[in-house]
């Protein structure tokens, strides 16, 4: 079982480029209604009329397909809403209290490599849980973020206990990114129970609060910000940008 530790992660852009806009949204977004803004943003970029953006968001409780997804990995087709999806992957969950990060970053600016940007967006969780003392690891068989469970009992291989605390699932399009990544801050953990998360089985899913951190979302933000920042270069707030263009 590998943890992938060397990697290079640095997707600085090249010198001349504008900070990534960042933005955050207060209220639940449907889904729909993001893939539609993700969309045109990422048309936008691509054609050389906005700058990349970071768009941190919550989604009301409903289940997404990726590309890779297989129907008998949803369980419970009733219990949410599901949404067929242009990124890769398979079945995840996204609700309330998980913190979703869409990223749309031009890599021709950065390093059209996506297996390095794969590797990048996984640095930014595991810097923004060391940051909060939580050590999140890869696994080179295995999507997602992981957390050891020395407390619970052991896997069916006699291996620790290991949960996913954050999962990935990205496109390109004309070499911009769009979707992104999902930490679990406070979600409802019985909601996984739905689906076989991203077609992994015998593992479990786990969320900062779960593992006894009582953190808020904009403390977790200002974190991910500063992961954002140490491994894609500067960013700035829109309603900054916004309030200097007026």
């Known amino acids: 079982m590998s943890t992938r530790t060397d990697l290079d992660v640095s997707m600085f852009p090249q010198a001349g480029f504008p900070p990534i806009r960042w933005r955050i949204s207060d209220c ?11 969309e045109r943003e990422v048309a936008a970029i ?33 219990r949410f809403p599901v949404f067929s999806t242009g990124r890769g992957g398979e079945y995840t969950y996204h609700g309330p209290g998980q913190r979703v990060a869409y990223v749309m970053l031009d890599l021709k600016r950065r390093r059209p490599d996506v297996r390095a940007y794969v590797a990048a967006l996984e640095e930014v969780i595991i810097r923004t849980l060391d940051s909060m003392n939580v050590r999140g690891e890869r696994r080179e068989d295995r999507v997602g973020v992981w957390v050891k469970r020395p407390e619970k009992p052991l896997l ?5 206990a290991e949960d996913k605390i954050a999962a990935f699932g990205i496109r390109l399009r004309r070499w911009v990114s769009f979707h992104g990544l999902a930490l679990n801050v406070e979600p409802n953990l019985s909601h996984f129970e739905g689906i076989v998360p991203c077609g992994i089985s015998g593992y479990g899913v786990t969320s900062l609060v779960d593992l006894g951190l009582p953190v808020m979302m904009t403390d977790v933000d200002i974190r991910l910000r500063e992961a954002f920042e140490s491994v894609f270069g500067a960013t700035m707030s829109e309603t900054l940008l916004q309030a200097e263009a007026s």
Request: overall charge negative.
């Open 156 to 160: 069916f291989d006699g291996s620790m």
């Open 46 to 78: 691509a054609e050389g009329k906005a700058d990349e953006l970071i768009w941190l968001l919550e989604h009301p409780s409903l289940y997404t397909a990726g590309t890779s997804a297989n129907a008998a990995d949803l369980i419970e087709p009733n």
């Open 28 to 38: 639940p977004i449907g889904y729909e209604d993001a893939v539609a803004e993700m």
